[in-house]
């Protein structure tokens, strides 16, 4: 079965060092992964996607991931974290073309 | 463009009421999609159209609930009698065959009591 694990439910930094948010697949053939964030009262953003090519993608808002066929992860991560990135991430995959699968979600919090 | 629309944004109904949302698409997006997604847990396929044709539907969508799409422009979902468990955000998305990634609305918050 195709899915994506989020292993930490909430993750803490202090504003200023490095993130990384963890995620992990399983899917039939190759992967296309996504980052979501949810702000609260808000809907879903997409942040970045992983198709082919570079194991390394940009996103919005200084954020980055890692893509590692080896390790099946998709770790989201960002060099220097600020308090406005509080929010919910969801990792993502997506099935059929068309279904997006998505993780549990990973809170972050962000403390000046 | 103004994004994907959702209305109401919240709705508080009565176990054994009909509900209907309403999703407005973004104008160009010919693919829409329905999630549910309840407190801790990230959002769960519903549905999905293309143009007025719904191509899937999860086991998740029971016979309480339809959605339709006429003529490809915006969409509904009606909940029938609806549960306690029905409680939850419900999320439309669209995008078009150039995107992988799905544009979301702000969600239908809905409490059933």
């Known amino acids: 079965a195709q899915s994506v694990a989020q292993p930490e439910d909430q993750v803490n930094v202090a504003e200023g060092n490095p993130l990384t948010v963890k995620c992990t697949y399983s899917?039939?053939?190759?992967?296309?992964l996504f980052w979501y964030v949810q702000y609260p009262n808000r809907g879903l953003q997409f942040l970045l996607k992983?198709?082919?090519?570079?194991?390394l993608v940009k996103g919005s808002y200084g954020f980055e991931a890692e893509f590692n066929k080896s390790q099946t992860s998709f770790h989201l991560k960002k060099p220097s974290a600020l308090v406005s990135d509080s929010a919910l991430y969801f990792c993502?995959?997506?099935?059929?073309?068309?279904?997006?699968?998505f993780g549990a979600g990973t809170r972050l919090f962000v403390k000046a | 463009d103004t994004g994907v629309s959702q209305d109401p944004r919240h709705k508080i109904t009565k176990r054994g009421q009909n509900v209907t949302f309403r999703c407005d698409p973004i104008?160009?997006?010919?693919?829409l999609y329905w999630y549910r997604q309840t407190l801790g847990q990230g959002p769960e396929f519903l549905t999905y159209?293309?143009?007025?044709?719904?191509?899937?539907k999860s086991r998740l969508l029971s016979d309480r609930f339809s959605a339709e799409r006429p003529k490809g422009s915006f969409s509904t979902l009606e909940i029938q009698r609806t549960e306690q468990g029905d409680s939850a955000m419900y999320l439309c998305?669209?995008?078009?065959?150039?995107?992988?990634?799905?544009?979301f609305g702000q969600g239908t918050r809905l409490t059933v009591v």
């Open positions: 992983y198709i082919t090519g570079d194991n």
């Open positions: 899917v039939s053939g190759n992967p296309y």
């Open positions: 998305a669209s995008n078009s065959g150039g995107h992988t990634e799905a544009f």
């Open positions: 993502a995959l997506l099935r059929g073309g068309f279904k997006t699968i």
């Open positions: 104008s160009e997006h010919n693919r």
């Open positions: 159209f293309q143009n007025e044709a719904q191509l899937e």
